[in-house]
């Protein structure tokens, strides 16, 4: 490669570098609270990655979330089995509203771990840093926005 075109590549990659600097917002699906923060989403939508979770996590970032997608609108119970962080845990009805929460649910590492069932039927779940639902704002009757991601285009696993 010549000096020329070796500089241009350079400027092109650096240009790149500085505009990700700038505010750029992270790639992937995120989800947007009342209050404007941002949570950077893992989807689990097979039932496997349903099934599993964030057990065995040592850390969930407060800027970090995990959306359950459900083929169907039911009650969906969640337990903590295996999970090393404590947890909140937002159920969403198919408008994304969130229809029941349980604030800083404990991590449990040993049987028997208790079960956390929904008072309401619900189609999303969602799992967030305990602590972050109150500092977001989040309570029932809110609703939760979606970016870089269509959920009518998700083929969710029965």
């Known amino acids: 490669m010549n000096s020329k075109r070796t500089a241009r590549v350079l400027c092109l990659l650096l240009s790149g570098a ?3 600097g700038r505010g750029k917002e992270p790639p ?19 039932r496997e990655k349903r099934a599993h979770g ?19 609108s039911d009650f969906h119970t969640f337990w903590m089995k295996n999970c090393l962080v404590s947890l909140d845990i937002l159920w969403l009805g198919d408008d994304l509203s969130v229809v029941h929460l349980e604030h800083d ?3 449990c590492r040993r049987d028997p771990c ?6 309401s039927k619900a189609r999303y779940v969602l799992e967030l840093r305990a602590g972050m639902a109150k500092k977001s704002r989040l309570r029932i009757g809110e609703k ?3 970016k870089g ?7 969710v696993e029965r």
Do not use: H, Q
Not at 28 to 46: D, H, M, S, W, Y
Not at 114 to 119: A, G, T
């Open 149 to 155: 991601i269509d959920l009518d285009k998700v083929e």
């Open 28 to 46: 992937g699906p995120r989800a947007i609270a009342p209050n404007g923060r941002e949570f950077v989403l893992e989807i689990a939508k097979t």
């Open 18 to 20: 500085t505009a990700l």
């Open 54 to 72: 964030y057990m065995e996590r040592s850390r969930v970032g407060p800027g970090e979330g995990m959306l359950f997608i459900f083929p169907d």
């Open 105 to 107: 649910v404990p991590a």
């Open 114 to 119: 208790p079960s956390y069932p929904s008072m």
């Open 144 to 146: 939760i926005r979606l």
